[in-house]
Nanobody, 115 residues
Framework: QAQVQEAGGGLVQAGGSLRLSCTAS????????MGWYRQVPGKQREWVAS???????QYSDSVKGRFTISRDTSKNTVYLQMNSLKPEDTAVYYC?????????WGQGTQVTVSS
């Protein structure tokens, strides 16, 4: 059974930092791209960052320069280091694991940034 487990969310003051992690396990093979999305109530899920097996990464403009995505391929784990957090970063953060032709989502982890 495929499992995608996020961890590391929480409550932080504006300007603070959090580090999210996401590990894929079970019947997930040949992982390609791993990434992070976020969603606030009433809005569509928004792409945040992604990283390929080769280490190529991309960021949305809203987080560029503040967030860093990294990956430990040997552990099927992706990280999101979030610095200089803003109240508008408050959302549920979801991990996406791409294993063509399938995509696997985690259950989400709440990040709340207080002003």
């Amino acid at each position: 059974q495929a499992q995608v487990q996020e961890a590391g969310g929480g409550l932080v003051q504006a300007g603070g930092s959090l580090r999210l992690s996401c590990t894929a396990s079970g019947s997930i093979f040949s992982i390609d791209t791993m990434g992070w999305y976020r969603q606030v109530p009433g809005k569509q899920r928004e792409w945040v960052a992604s990283i390929t097996t080769d280490g190529d990464y991309q960021y949305s403009d809203s987080v560029k320069g503040r967030f860093t995505i990294s990956r430990d391929t040997s552990k099927n784990t992706v990280y999101l280091q979030m610095n200089s957090l803003k109240p508008e970063d408050t959302a549920v953060y979801y991990c996406l694991v791409g294993s063509p032709p399938f995509d696997y989502w985690g259950q989400g982890t709440q990040v709340t940034v207080s002003s």
